[in-house]
């Protein structure tokens, strides 16, 4: 069972629906089959037919024939024609908006994720277990598959309608999608999360039907949410929120183009305008700005920042080396041999596209927070710009301590405990010399 293969029909099925088709296909592999079933059972999917490289008849996907409608044989299953079986899905939209809203693997080809059932409680209730998220958005669902228990301890029906899933899930059916249809739809029981994860992208030639023209009209894929049935495969454990996304659900036909001139944008279509406010309030917010104390002058907020800056290019060469992430090399820039061979916005550049990248595990980084890493990266960037340039004008006190501790935070984040050491010791100095400088002038103001 290939996880590749898995995750271009996630992209596919997500492609499919912002181009509201109506019908789509995919190959045929007994994973995708029990994928698709499970999907139609849980009413994302109106229909699921075995078929080939031709879209099958239409009263085979509505469910009942039509007084036209030709009596076809059926193609007799052979090695010659195995390969190019595919399975055809008819996709449901409920008021132009796709019940099926994004859809992605969980496990990845390069990291197969497992959990345990204890992991799954995390999961339902909202936590986060290990690399799986918690469900948290309205209308989400989570699948897994998992290996039937021995058959020397107890049958598999019984097993799985007792314990639910045995404790070594195969990490080959993990997928989320997140749910956008109506209100009201009856949810299968059992346990899965869906939540908007970033969709995959779209296969090249592995499907040949995305500009099919048989597109088939919302109304006659609509299905009956009243008679879905419940789940019962032990290859999968379904999970939903009982909570809808309602405010999705939208009263009005909305149409969404495809493409967009490139000198527009969303501004100059459909907006709103505030209400100005009185001129009382705009009066009060014309005054002139409060004086902000300033005691440091501006060579001692350059060395403090200068040195700011050098202690964390230090850092940074370090935790790179460290870990041997891998610099890119560039025709205009030398090797870097020094920390100073790089500027700070560079590094940031380089720890940025390291992390986005995933080249930088959660382990190395404090608390594991691999996601508020760039954050942290981009607030101390306005640190290197009031070092270098000498033209800016001289900053206040609290914007002085406000730039050491934006440093501090970086590195802390990448778990360097000399520099958090001197960039505080920095701190403290640089805040003792601004109240001994602001006692010393309120003491000469003084009679």
């Not at 495809?258 to 501004?267: M, V």
């Not at 920095?426 to 000469?444: A, M, N």
């Amino acid at each position: 069972m290939s996880l590749v293969n898995l995750a271009h029909v996630c992209s596919h099925l997500n492609n499919a629906t912002k181009a509201r088709l109506g019908l789509t296909s995919i190959p045929h592999t007994n994973l995708h089959l029990k994928l698709c079933l499970a999907l139609q059972n849980s009413g994302y999917l109106s229909s699921v037919v075995r078929g080939g490289p031709k879209p099958p008849p239409p009263h085979i996907l509505l469910g009942h024939p039509a007084p036209n409608d030709e009596v076809e044989g059926i193609e007799p299953l052979t090695q010659a024609n195995i390969a190019s079986r595919r399975l055809w899905l008819g996709l449901k939209y409920w008021q132009s908006e796709p019940v099926l809203g994004k859809l992605s693997v969980i496990s990845k080809p390069t990291r197969r994720i497992t959990i345990d059932v204890a992991g799954l409680r995390r999961v339902i209730r909202g936590e986060k277990s290990d690399y799986v998220e918690g469900l948290r958005s309205p209308g989400e669902s989570f699948a897994k598959r998992c290996f039937p228990p021995p058959r020397e301890y107890a049958p598999i029906d019984t097993q799985i309608g007792i314990s639910g899933c045995p404790q070594q899930p195969s990490p080959d059916f993990d997928y989320r999608m997140a749910y956008a249809g109506p209100p009201g739809i009856p949810h299968s029981q059992g346990g899965m999360p869906f939540s908007p994860v970033a969709s995959l992208p779209r296969p090249g030639t592995l499907y040949h039907d995305w500009d099919h023209p048989a597109r088939l009209p919302a109304e006659s894929l609509r299905h009956d949410y009243e008679s879905a049935k419940t789940m019962e495969t032990p290859e999968c454990l379904f999970e939903r929120n009982s909570r809808r996304n309602a405010e999705k659900v939208k009263a009005t036909t909305r149409y969404h183009s495809q493409r967009r001139p490139s000198n527009r944008d969303e501004f100059d279509g459909p907006h709103q305008l505030l209400k100005p406010p009185s001129l009382r309030v705009i009066e009060e917010q014309a005054r002139e700005l409060p004086h902000l104390p300033t005691n440091l002058d501006v060579s001692e907020q350059d060395r403090i920042l200068n040195a700011v800056n050098d202690r964390l290019s230090q850092c940074a060469f370090d935790f790179v080396a460290k870990y041997q992430f891998p610099i890119p090399l560039e025709a205009d820039k030398r090797e870097v041999r020094i920390p100073s061979d790089r500027e700070w916005t560079e590094w940031v550049y380089l720890l940025k596209r390291l992390a986005t990248k995933r080249r930088i595990p959660a382990r190395v980084l404090y608390n594991g927070q691999i996601k508020q890493l760039v954050t942290v990266l981009e607030n101390s960037l306005e640190m290197r710009h009031a070092a270098k340039h000498q033209s800016r004008p001289i900053k206040d006190d609290r914007n002085v301590l406000q730039l050491i501790s934006a440093g501090t935070q970086v590195a802390k984040m990448l778990k360097d405990a000399s520099a958090m050491e001197y960039l505080d010791k920095l701190y403290v100095d640089t805040e003792k010399r601004i109240q001994d400088r602001r006692s010393r002038r309120v003491k000469f103001a003084s009679p």
